[in-house]
């Protein structure tokens, strides 16, 4: 499955699988609205009302979840600051104006870190089967605050797994400590 809209009166869904990692943020807060394990149409964008929505829209970590508002207000701002959080055993969780391989992908994602996801370079959850373990806690490096903490944030899959990020960045570990900017 890749991405479908789903729309609504005051504000439509969209949901992209292909960045889904199933963290249910969105089946446990607005049950209502997702509806998970039903036949047909599972989101039901005029369940909740348009504040609900983007509120969740803000917690899904992989960005799955989507919005457009149509009652005037603005749709998810980029990041103020840009961040990484290393995930302990897991993934790398983005909050930026990601673009992948040039691509404009959208404000969040989780992006894989074990090297064995099949959607790479988004992760897929195959980090629980490999059984994949490292550290979030990483220590601290000396680093001077940023000049500019936004902007765009370019992200390069490389041969055999590794990401090249290149712009304004701050690292932080799984607990939100800055690890390095």
């Not at 980029?78 to 969780?93: D, K």
Request: some cysteine; glycine content about 10%; overall charge neutral.
């Amino acid at each position: 499955m890749s991405s479908k809209t789903y729309e609504g009166d005051r504000i439509d869904i969209t949901f992209d699988g292909r960045k889904c990692i199933h963290s249910r943020a969105c089946v446990l807060t607005l049950p209502q609205v997702f509806r998970a394990n039903t036949r047909g149409a599972w989101i039901h964008p005029n369940a909740a009302e348009s504040e609900e929505i983007a509120a969740l829209a803000h917690t899904c970590p992989s960005g799955a979840i989507t919005y457009k508002r149509k009652d005037g207000i603005p749709d998810e701002a980029p990041a103020e600051v840009n961040t990484i959080h290393v995930r302990e055993n897991g993934p790398y969780v983005v909050r930026a104006d990601i673009k992948i391989k040039g691509e404009s992908v959208g404000q969040r994602a989780t992006l894989c870190r074990c090297g064995e996801s099949q959607k790479k370079p988004y992760c897929d959850g195959a980090h629980v089967q490999a059984a994949f373990v490292a550290t979030g806690e990483l220590a601290s490096k000396p680093s001077e605050p940023l000049a500019e903490c936004g902007g765009p944030l370019a992200v390069t899959p490389m041969k055999d797994g590794p990401l090249k990020v290149e712009g304004n960045l701050e690292i932080c570990c799984g607990s939100g400590r800055t690890i390095v900017r």
